[in-house]
């Protein structure tokens, strides 16, 4: 039996990158997928591809800023599939800019997007998963939130805000048998960090990145996938940092053999 037959996921930024290929990783494993997007174009290509593999997708296009449209998203995922297994935020911006250089209305647009969303989506999910007696929330927070970096500042504020949700989340729904974990990635070889080649990644990878490889939209969608599994039952209110090794190097130049 496939690990997710018979449940539901819910995933945000599904129409591409990390969300589309966690999407059709979880469709594979047997799930039903509500494939949350802003962009419906996209967002229905994803679903096309997993209903053309045989799976079970409905594309949602919804600001995930707003508060209506987070709680109508999981009404109607629930009426339509009858429940809801899993939600899983990636979809966020990742802005440059110092406190000094921030504007104020960039800062509020990346907390709103990267923190904030986080906030709705808990509070929107979290009813339906104590009806039906638990379920699992994954926030993608990425290694600035732990550890901030140069030039980053809303974006570090905001995935710090998303880990401190997730935590709070883990310590206060446990006992109704809900489990919440951040992923926190490195830099992964995806559309969001499309203009950064060349050279530039190159020299961060050599310089920053003890693993030798490029870490891949599916070395994140695997781990969600253990993390939503019943494998990962004792897991929760963790940060799994998924970065080849960067986070544990602190930042200081690593320099690989070569």
């Known amino acids: 039996m496939k690990r997710f037959e018979?449940?539901?996921?819910?995933?945000?930024?599904?129409?591409?990158?990390?969300?589309?290929?966690?999407?059709?990783?979880?469709?594979?494993?047997?799930?039903?997928?509500?494939?949350?997007?802003?962009?419906?174009?996209?967002?229905?290509?994803?679903?096309?591809?997993?209903?053309?593999?045989g799976g079970r997708a409905k594309a949602y296009?919804?600001?995930?800023?707003?508060?209506e449209g987070m709680k109508n998203l999981f009404a109607d995922i629930v009426e339509t599939f009858g429940r809801i297994d899993v939600f899983f935020t990636i979809a966020g911006i990742s802005p440059m800019g110092t406190a000094v250089t921030t504007s104020y209305e960039d800062y509020r647009k990346v907390m709103a997007l990267d923190m904030d969303s986080v906030f709705l989506g808990c509070k929107y999910s979290i009813p339906y998963m104590e009806k039906q007696g638990g379920g699992v929330i994954l926030n993608l927070v990425g290694t600035y939130g732990?550890?901030?970096?140069?030039?980053?500042?809303?974006?570090?504020?905001?995935?710090?805000?998303?880990?401190?949700?997730?935590?709070?989340?883990?310590?206060?729904?446990?006992?109704?048998?809900?489990?919440?974990?951040?992923?926190?990635?490195?830099?992964?070889?995806?559309?969001?960090?499309?203009?950064?080649?060349?050279?530039?990644?190159?020299?961060?990878?050599?310089?920053?990145?003890?693993?030798?490889?490029?870490?891949?939209?599916?070395?994140?969608?695997?781990?969600?996938?253990?993390?939503?599994?019943?494998?990962?039952?004792?897991i929760t209110g963790q940060a799994i940092v998924v970065d080849g090794g960067t986070e544990a190097a602190l930042y200081l130049n690593y320099k690989r053999p070569e």
């Not at 018979?6 to 494939?35: D, H, P, Q, R, Y």
């Not at 805000?161 to 709070?168: C, D, F």
């Not at 990635?185 to 995806?190: A, E, K, L, Q, S």
Request: proline letters at 5%; hydrophobic letters at 45%.
């Open 146 to 234: 732990i550890r901030p970096t140069p030039n980053k500042l809303g974006y570090s504020a905001a995935k710090a805000g998303a880990l401190a949700i997730t935590r709070s989340v883990a310590i206060d729904f446990a006992r109704s048998n809900i489990r919440c974990n951040a992923i926190c990635p490195g830099f992964v070889d995806t559309p969001l960090n499309k203009g950064f080649e060349g050279e530039a990644r190159d020299r961060f990878l050599r310089t920053y990145q003890p693993a030798p490889f490029l870490i891949q939209a599916e070395d994140i969608a695997r781990t969600a996938l253990f993390l939503a599994s019943d494998d990962a039952r004792a």
């Open 6 to 53: 018979n449940k539901v996921v819910a995933i945000t930024g599904g129409g591409s990158g990390m969300g589309k290929c966690s999407c059709k990783l979880f469709a594979e494993e047997g799930a039903a997928v509500a494939v949350i997007d802003i962009n419906p174009v996209t967002a229905q290509a994803t679903v096309d591809e997993i209903t053309a593999a």
């Open 61 to 67: 296009t919804v600001d995930i800023t707003s508060e």
